[in-house]
Every structure is written in structure tokens, then in C-alpha cells.
């Protein structure tokens, strides 16, 4: 049984974003199919982290990050949001399974454990982002949508 996981941003703003940070498992046990740009562009743009867990005859995830892929969005106004998928350590297909967490720069630290639930950030960033997943037990693919505010 392998993992898989994917961050997709969709930027239907009217404004191009640059990408501020981004992170994924880059060892044997792991394969990353795709990065993301510098550059998520407006109108309709779109940027996939995506990365699979070939590895796993007796357990998955890891701590302290060791698994985890992230990715961080700058707005032109400075303003950033991120999204993490936290891949927690799992023996023999038990443990808890993935889920996402979010942050804004300005905040620090990871926030939540989101596994299926929607997640909408806070408009203080200048737009309207919302955030949705689809998991199992080994699989996380997260979807964040990034519109203007409405007037």
C-alpha cells in the first residue's frame, strides 16, 4: 500500500501570487511528481505539489515533519496563507491518518488538524480563500480556491 498527496492552488483572483516557501519528503522512500512555481497567476491559474509515498511494507509518515509537504502563497499585498498535510507515523496500517493544517505568516505556527472538513481563511488576508480535502487512512488531496473579495 503506497500513499499519495497533492496541495493544489487555484488562484481565480484577479492578482498573480508568488510562491514563498514550499517543502516535500525528497528521500528514497518518497517521490515528488510535481512542484510549484514561482508564479501562481490570476484569472485562472493553478499549481500542484504532488508527491507519493512508494515506500511503505511496514509503516508510513514519520515525526517531526519528516513526511510532510507545504506549500506558502505571498498576495501582492504581502499577505500569505499556507496549507500543510501532516503525514502522522503509522505501523502496519494503523495510526491516525493525514490530515492538513493551515497558517498565515503572520501567525507562526500550524494550526488544526483538517481532515475532510472545509476550512475558510480569514478575509484579512484581502481575499476569499477556502480550502477543501479529500482523504483516507493514506491518502490526502487538498484543494485551495483563491477568490477576490466580493465588493
Wanted: proline letters at 4%; glycine letters at 12%; a negative charge.
Amino acid at each position: 500500500m503506497t500513499g499519495s498527496y497533492s496541495i493544489t492552488t487555484v488562484n481565480r483572483s484577479s492578482v498573480a501570487w508568488n510562491r514563498y516557501y514550499w517543502t516535500a519528503p525528497s528521500d528514497i522512500a518518497f517521490t515528488i511528481n510535481t512542484q510549484p512555481n514561482d508564479k501562481l497567476l490570476g484569472g485562472n491559474g493553478q499549481e500542484i505539489l504532488a508527491w507519493d509515498q512508494a515506500v511503505k511494507f511496514l509503516g508510513a509518515g514519520g515525526t517531526e515533519g519528516y513526511a510532510d509537504g507545504q506549500v506558502i502563497w505571498q498576495a501582492p499585498n504581502g499577505k500569505c496563507f499556507g496549507i500543510q498535510i501532516h503525514i502522522p507515523v503509522q505501523l502496519f496500517g494503523m495510526g491516525t491518518s493525514p490530515y492538513y493544517q493551515v497558517k498565515t505568516v503572520q501567525d507562526g505556527g500550524w494550526d488544526g488538524e483538517h481532515r475532510s472538513d472545509p476550512y475558510n481563511f480569514s478575509k484579512d488576508i484581502g481575499f476569499d480563500i477556502t480550502v477543501k480535502a479529500v482523504a483516507d487512512h493514506a491518502s490526502m488531496h487538498v484543494t485551495a480556491t483563491i477568490n477576490d473579495l466580493a465588493s
